[in-house]
């Protein structure tokens, strides 16, 4: 009997791949030298680390493998972008625009340029599907903007963002363009050179790799001011001796992604399709968030008119799955990305995210929509919750 939850949040972590551990395993046991160092053991360790920074390299399609730095994930490397880019324009001026949606971990890295570096931010809104449009960016920019950051595929509502036609508008004005790819990196959808980003923040745990390893993509002549110093690791941009077995992992779950070792996004795009209709079928009031066409494969966010979703997860332990609030907090404060797409607090209170990978099978399928939609039912008259202002 089948007794663990169907596994439906692979926008919040993906399982390791059995393939990933199996090259990670000896820089756990024997393999333990420090890539710095001048002996065999430490030889071994750098080739391991060149080999990843290869890997990731042509992942993210960077021009070369000094493009790439190992970060402990998305977070860090959305710091080391954004508050190490502005700091390094600081001369050229004072400005930095993102957009209302971003993950905390950019929001937080701007507000730490306001607070401590006396930088101004703009948050650009962003349409009823998440989209952020290039002209709103534009009209943004000041001749004191030295960094836009906007995030290349969404958490929570899994839309994709036109990145190239943003980088087109801030070319010629010379500011740094990074992009927050952690959700999109796994599909193969983040080509550096091709959306024309200077920056770029990827995350191994999204796509199958372990977590606390992540890489920041920086085209080559891009000023970036460290963030830690100390033993000069990373080219002196990231001070630290490398998490060997992670960075192996990072590498062999890009390489996988890469050579086609697993399913392209069809099959997880069908599987979330069909979840989509079991579900609007039976719950005829539900309704999706995010762009209809442009969004992530494996994502989708559903509106559940009437429902506190946080509830509803509470009666459903056979399905693990997200709320759309940031619960983190434990305060179960709506979500900023769906308050931002227009919904009410008491819609966005009732809003499931439900994420779909790898490892979902035709049965997790059937199994998940026919428990939350009896759940739904269950709940259903019960909560019209008042709007808060
Ligand atoms: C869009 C986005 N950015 C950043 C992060 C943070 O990544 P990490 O867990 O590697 O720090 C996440 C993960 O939740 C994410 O979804």
Redesign the pocket.
Known sequence: MNSRPVYLDH???TPLDERVLQAMLPFLTSEYGNPSSNHAYGRTAAKAIRTARRQVADLVGAKNELEIVFT???????HLAIIGGALAARPRGGHVITTAI??K??LAACQHLADHHGYTITRVGVDRHGRVHPADVAAALTPDTVLVSV?H???EIGTLQRIAAIAEIIRPRGGLLHT?A??SAGYGLLDAGELGVDLA?I????FHGP????ALYIRGGTCITPLQSGGGQERGLRSGTPNVPAVVGLGTAADLITTGAVPGPARIRALRDRLQERLQASIPDASVNGHPHRRLPGNLSLTLPGIEAIDLLDRLPAVAASTGSACNTGNAEPSHVLTAIGLTRSQARATLRLSIGRTTTDADIERAGALIAEAVKAAAPAQTTTEAA
């Open positions: 926008q919040a972590t402990s994930g998305a977070t860090e490397a959305n971003e993950h971990a950019v995030m595929a969404n958490n927050d952690a959700q923040s995350s191994a745990h999204k977590k606390g390893i992540g």
